[in-house]
């Protein structure tokens, strides 16, 4: 049996615990953090977040990913809270008599989400990054029945290939969160053809390789991804319309 002693600074400690983590079960990283910040704010987060049928787990289960026994809800609430800064905020609290503060913007957190996204659709809102939009748009005032309304559309949407990402979308009107389904080779290939090589918008002739699939009506203005509504520009023509 070999026994080690660890001496440093904590993110020394953490480093050497990750390089011994190679024998048996690994060690998750929240579970490597919660040895090398061990004291009185552990040991109460656990009762919170870390135990089979744990309270997060009861409150939160249909929102996050992972097991509280392996400690992902410990981690996924810290890294809500402290915006990604895990160990910073671990270190902070280290030696608190309690974590009560982290379990109150955990309730916080699922409260706003069940109270802005009133229908509960466990399968496409398991593993949103809630506490990163709870951080930005808690402050913000919704009208939930349209909410409600524009969310079951987009679940309907084929174009809309990542469902969990309509969550984000409503709030932030970004549309990378939904990975709107691009046009196929053959789309492209069709339509290449059809122009006869040419950018509808510069009018001149490039290869096809050099050419980019574009919705002649953009998707947010109800545009569909079919073989009508794309045309082929040239990567130039294309980034000047995406203002890339």
């Not at 802005?116 to 399968?123: I, M």
């Not at 409503?170 to 196929?184: A, C, N, P, Q, V």
Request: with cysteine; charged share 30%.
């Amino acid at each position: 049996l070999m026994v080690y002693f660890c001496s440093g600074t904590d993110s020394e400690r953490l480093e050497w615990f990750r390089t011994i983590n190679i024998a048996g079960e690994k060690l998750t990283e929240q579970e490597l953090r919660n040895a090398v910040y061990a004291g009185s704010w552990v040991t109460d987060v656990k009762r919170y977040f870390s135990k089979t049928g744990c309270a997060a787990y009861g409150l939160g289960s249909d929102y996050l990913n992972g097991s509280p026994i392996r400690q992902d809800y410990l981690e996924t609430a810290i890294k809500w809270i402290s915006e990604g800064h895990i160990e910073d905020y671990m270190a902070q609290h280290q030696h608190d008599q309690n974590a009560n503060a982290l379990w109150r913007y955990f309730q916080d957190v699922i409260t706003w989400v069940e109270g802005t996204f009133t229908k509960k659709r466990k399968k496409f809102m398991k593993g949103v990054d809630w506490g990163s939009l709870y951080n930005a748009c808690k402050d913000k005032q919704y009208d939930t029945k349209k909410i409600e309304k524009e969310t079951a559309k987009l679940i309907l949407d084929d174009d809309v290939t990542k469902k969990s990402g309509i969550y984000p979308y409503i709030l932030t009107r970004d549309e990378k969160h939904l990975s709107i389904r691009g046009f196929s080779d053959a789309m492209k290939q069709k339509c290449y053809e059809k122009q006869k090589g040419k950018c509808p918008v510069c009018k001149k002739k490039f290869d096809i390789e050099d050419t980019e699939a574009d919705h002649i009506t953009p998707w947010h203005a109800g545009g569909k991804t079919t073989e009508e509504n794309c045309q082929m520009l040239c990567k130039e023509c294309n980034r000047r319309k995406s203002g890339k």
